[in-house]
């Protein structure tokens, strides 16, 4: 079984650009989270999609985050424009349950940096 | 929100030693779960704690959850160069959203 995969593993763009990360979570999994980690700090929730809808996106941090996930498969989170504090390593994870809390399988994460 | 806070954020051990890391969260937890993080690599899970005062073993790895539900540990005995990498407790709240704590990065010298 494929596990969870990002791309790109690495991304290093200027501020003020835009930049779009991909997750493809477990097939099957219906939940499928956003997370982000800024260096030697705690994993920051993000956003969670059980299949196409955002079941809670408090975590994101402003409107220059959007994040999408069209047909219940692939999610897209898009960073427009980019601030230097927006770098860290952003990961996705999926979970076939969410309420009765199932673990969750995390990808390799994006390492974006904004210089 | 709730915050889960974890201790220490470092621990350099010597080969075959024990130690010991620790997560408080702010707010009564439904169950707190552990993930590894191997250097380079993403979080994987570990175990689940879900009953108060819950006790689970891995081999060298003991897992507790506080009577409280707020409180839990992991102990490692005896550590080995596997053990490298950083540990992560995440507590799910009453909103069956994960908190992750900081993690411990652990380092061992042969």
């Known amino acids: 079984e494929a596990g969870v995969t990002q791309f790109p593993s690495h991304s290093v763009i200027e501020k003020g650009q835009t930049v779009t990360l991909r997750c493809d979570p477990i097939s099957g999994h219906d939940n499928l989270y956003w997370y982000r980690r800024v260096m030697g700090k705690e994993i920051k929730f993000l956003l969670h999609?059980?299949?196409?809808?955002?079941?809670?996106e408090s975590g994101m941090p402003n409107n220059r985050f959007l994040a999408e996930r069209t047909g219940g498969t692939y999610s897209t989170l898009k960073v427009q424009p980019a601030e230097l504090e927006d770098s860290g390593v952003y990961f996705c994870?999926?979970?076939?349950?969410?309420?009765?809390?199932?673990?969750?399988?995390f990808g390799p994460g994006t390492r974006l940096t904004v210089t | 929100g709730q915050q889960v806070m974890q201790i220490p954020q470092y621990q350099h051990v010597q080969e075959g030693e024990d130690f010991t890391t620790y997560c408080n969260s702010s707010?009564?937890?439904?169950?707190i779960q552990w993930y590894k993080q191997r250097p380079g690599g993403h979080p994987v899970f570990l175990i689940q704690?879900?009953?108060?005062?819950e006790v689970k073993k891995q081999k060298r790895l003991t897992f507790q959850f506080g009577e409280a539900k707020k409180n839990s540990s992991l102990h490692i005995t005896a550590t080995q160069t596997t053990d490298v990498g950083t540990y992560f407790c995440?507590?799910?709240?009453?909103?069956?959203?994960?908190?992750f704590g900081a993690g411990t990065t652990v380092t061992v010298r042969a």
């Open positions: 707010t009564t937890l439904s169950n």
């Open positions: 704690l879900v009953k108060s005062g």
């Open positions: 999609f059980v299949k196409e809808s955002k079941q809670d």
């Open positions: 995440a507590g799910l709240g009453n909103d069956y959203k994960l908190s």
């Open positions: 994870a999926s979970s076939q349950e969410w309420a009765t809390s199932y673990e969750q399988y």
